[in-house]
Each structure stands twice: as C-alpha cells, then as structure tokens.
C-alpha cells in the first residue's frame, strides 16, 4: 500500500451504504462488504473479474456513443450503426447485450443528442480509475472518485455534466451531487450543472444544481462514509470471522439480482412460481 494511500468515496460507496429513495427496504450492507472489502479474496475477485448484464450493457452503450462522436460521419452514413456495432465487437455478446444495445445504436442514430453540442469532454468509459480529488473535512482526509462520462459546454460557459445510462432504474441524485462536488474542484470558476440521459428510454432528467452549501453537506456526508467504510474494512481484517456481523445481510427478494449469490451464504431461494 503506498504513502498516499487514503480512505476514499464515490458516489458508488454511498450507494452501497444506503440505497436511493424508495429502495431503502432493500439495501444489503452485506453486499458492500462482498463488494469493497472481500475483493481480492479469490471466490470474490472472479465475480468482480465479470461485469453483468447491466454492467456489459452500460459499458457498450457509453463507448457506442464515443465511437459516434470520435468520426460524426457514423451518424450520417447509412450503415453508421452496423458500423459502430462491428467496432464493438458486438457479434461476440450474450444475445440480451447484442438486442439492447442494437436498439440503443439505433435509437442514439436516430436522435443524437450530443451532435449539436460543444463536447467538453466525453470519456469512453473504459479509461479505468480517474484520477482522485483529495478532500478535507475536520481531521478527516479522502479520496474522492467521480468518473465523469461527458461534460458539455452550453453557451452561456455553464459547464453541463452529463452522465449517460441504461436500464430502467431511476435516477439518483445523489450521483448528481456527487459529480457537482468533483466540478467544484476541477473547475471552481465555473457554473456547473449535471443531468441524466438514459439512452434506452431516451429520457433527460431535469438540469441538478446544488449550492455551497448542499455541496459541503455532501462532501461531510462522502468524508463520514469514507471514514466509517476504513473503519470497518479493519474490523473485518481484524476479525473476518465477524463480516456478518459488520457488514449485516438483508436477504430477500432482490438477492436474486445479487452478484454475489452464488457464494454469499445468506441469499434467500429463489421462490418458484
Ligand atoms: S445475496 Fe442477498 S444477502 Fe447476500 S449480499 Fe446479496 S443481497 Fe445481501
């Protein structure tokens, strides 16, 4: 472990420790324990070594947009799609990943989004960790990771980050603030607003804005979660014999959907119909 070394947060640590709004009844700590602290444990690592479904979805779909935007001329060919999708290797995809992402191709084709806009910046989303912005609150140092899929500029110089999605989830804004909070750091001269495209719904969210102050609310919030996380993760160094203890399951309906079922002990059955 280097010097540097520093408790961290994302927007995806706090997702593991509380779901959104409305999916409360359903959060499992148990599956951040899995997740974030039994990674490199072996039977761990070869689920995380898989992306899912949603996951291979995602991916394709952010770098499908990419690749439309890296030569626009894909957008006004008549085989623009096909191309894109060859790019992608998409003939070597589960049949679901090849049908979805066909019909998000064809939809972003038909209704480019982005190719009036002046593109800031737009990632492939498979660039790996982006580089961490190091946060302060009280005695408490962090890591702050936020991978941000495309930033627009809008005409007035507004900065607009953009995170693009798939699936039919709703949007968190919790996501949002997380990435407002990163801009304030990257670009603190800057007016900054984030918002949600998802590419299969071909739905926009609503501009999210945040004040100072809900920003340092969230950035106290980020630097309690980065602190509670460490200290957890050493319990269980301490004493793995407790991870059910630190991090409790909450097994249900939603286990079904779990990556880690296959090896977590307390996975309710899949009920038959
Ligand atoms: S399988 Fe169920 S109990 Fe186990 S970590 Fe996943 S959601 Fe939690």
């Known amino acids: ?11 995806n640590l706090w997702s593991l420790f509380a779901s959104a709004v409305g999916q409360e009844h359903w959060h499992c700590d148990m599956k951040r324990g899995h997740a974030k602290v ?6 761990v690592a070869a ?3 898989q992306d899912t479904v949603p996951q291979t ?3 394709l779909a952010q770098q499908g947009v990419y690749e439309f935007h890296l030569n626009s001329q894909r957008l006004k060919d008549i085989d623009g799609v096909a191309q894109v999708s060859e790019i992608l290797k998409l003939d070597q995809q589960a ?3 090849q049908e ?23 990632s492939r989303g498979n660039e790996g960790f982006p580089e961490p912005i190091k946060l302060y609150y009280g005695s408490i140092t962090f890591n702050l990771f936020a991978a941000i899929d495309c930033i627009l500029l809008e005409p007035d110089g507004t900065l607009h980050i953009l995170d693009l999605k798939t699936g039919h989830s709703d949007f968190d804004e919790r996501q949002a603030f997380v990435y407002l909070l990163a801009a304030s750091y990257l670009f603190p001269r800057k007016r900054t607003i984030a918002s949600f495209y998802n590419l299969e719904l ?6 999210i804005t945040a004040t100072m102050s809900q920003l340092n609310a969230v950035r106290i919030e980020l630097a309690r979660l980065a602190q509670r996380h460490e200290a957890e993760k050493k319990q269980y160094r301490k004493n793995p014999a407790e991870f059910d203890r630190i991090f409790p ?11 880690f079922n296959s090896i977590c002990q307390f996975a309710a059955q899949e009920v038959s119909a």
Request: proline share 9%; glycine share 4%; aromatic share 14%.
């Open 38 to 43: 039994r990674k490199r444990e072996p039977d």
């Open 249 to 259: 399951p909450n097994p249900g309906f939603r286990c079904q959907y779990c990556q």
């Open 100 to 122: 979805r992402l066909n019909q998000i191709l064809s939809q972003y084709y038909e209704n480019p989004i982005l190719l009036k806009k002046r593109i800031f910046s737009l």
């Open 57 to 59: 979805i995602g991916l």
């Open 1 to 11: 472990m280097g010097k540097s070394w520093l408790p961290f947060a994302s927007y």
């Open 47 to 49: 689920i995380l070594a």
């Open 95 to 97: 049949d679901e990943v």
């Open 202 to 207: 071909c739905k926009w969210s609503e501009p």
